[in-house]
């Protein structure tokens, strides 16, 4: 059968107006994504440029990798250090040597203030704009895990207790079952928090309107094929004689009755919060912690 063009453009009309919207949509999203780049890093002088620091040993190679390529965006977009050290040991002594009286839940803010200010981070300057987590999985002497949330500069203004508390949520909403997921929503989400929620968090690969276009335009035609083939040529009368005589039914409602049963729920929880909000803690910059 013969298919004109004008044929052709009525039967792919809204595929073709679909992949357009797509299309659109996908510039748009690099175009967001170009737009998004802060300024040059102005920083000279920090010491390394390595940003993922796994001296606990809880990722692998692979993992650490897709963190560094993250981070690298990341810091790009919020102009800002994004770190992350892993620890399996204990603070006690360290912590303790630098601040006589620290508490164990800010063992980890003495190391993670320490470890950003030594290597010179910071996006701007020397211990400038940024962020670090320091998760320490060893369990101290009073049984608990603690993390802290460090931030310096850009971040420690723009971050209020409330913002601490719920990067810090995400992180341990994944962190016993995926670390890798928990140090990911750190970088996202912090990358998120910085931007004012105008972060595009997804990538795209180039040729993605190219299958899409081909999956829509397969999809159509299936479709429509499949309509054409199983359209109604037959009613009600045509294997009838006569006129065919159609029957009233009414259904009455008469009454209804429910019976309810309350379920308790078990509201409690297995996690324990050991915050300190960066205006409480003994630390020279902000941020706040958690344990498990």
Request: hydrophobic share 35%; charged share 30%.
């Amino acid at each position: 059968m013969d298919i004109t063009m004008k044929q052709y453009l009525h039967y792919f009309k809204w595929p073709f107006v679909a992949i357009g919207i797509l299309a659109a949509v996908y510039i748009g999203l690099l175009m967001a994504r170009s737009a998004a780049g802060g300024k040059e890093r102005e920083n000279g002088e920090c010491l390394t440029k390595e940003r993922v620091f796994d001296y606990g040993d809880v990722l692998s190679e692979k993992e650490e990798g897709k963190l560094r390529e993250l981070i690298a965006e990341r810091e790009k977009q919020t102009g800002c250090d994004i770190v992350l050290v892993t620890l399996n040991e204990s603070l006690k002594e360290y912590a303790r040597e630098r601040e006589e009286h620290v508490p164990y839940r800010e063992f980890v803010r003495v190391f993670a203030e320490e470890f950003y200010d030594s290597n010179a981070f910071g996006y701007d300057k020397p211990i400038g704009d940024g962020v670090i987590l320091v998760d320490n999985w060893f369990r101290e002497d009073d049984g608990r895990i603690y993390t802290w949330l460090c931030t310096v500069g850009r971040a420690e203004t723009k971050y209020t207790d409330a913002m601490v508390n719920r990067l810090l949520d995400d992180v341990y909403r994944y962190i016993e079952e995926s670390p890798y997921k928990a140090y990911e929503a750190y970088v996202n989400g912090f990358g998120h928090d910085m931007m004012g929620g105008g972060m595009v968090s997804f990538r795209l690969p180039r040729s993605f309107p190219l299958p899409v276009a081909v999956a829509s335009m397969v999809i159509f035609v299936i479709i429509h094929w499949s309509y054409k083939k199983g359209k109604k040529t037959v009613s009600v009368s045509t294997y009838i004689k006569g006129k065919p005589q159609l029957y009233n039914r009414e259904d009455i409602f008469l009454n209804k009755s429910v019976t309810r049963r309350h379920i308790p729920r078990n509201t409690g929880s297995g996690r324990s919060s050991g915050r300190s909000g960066g205006a409480s803690h003994g630390g020279h910059h902000g941020g706040g912690g958690r344990s498990r």
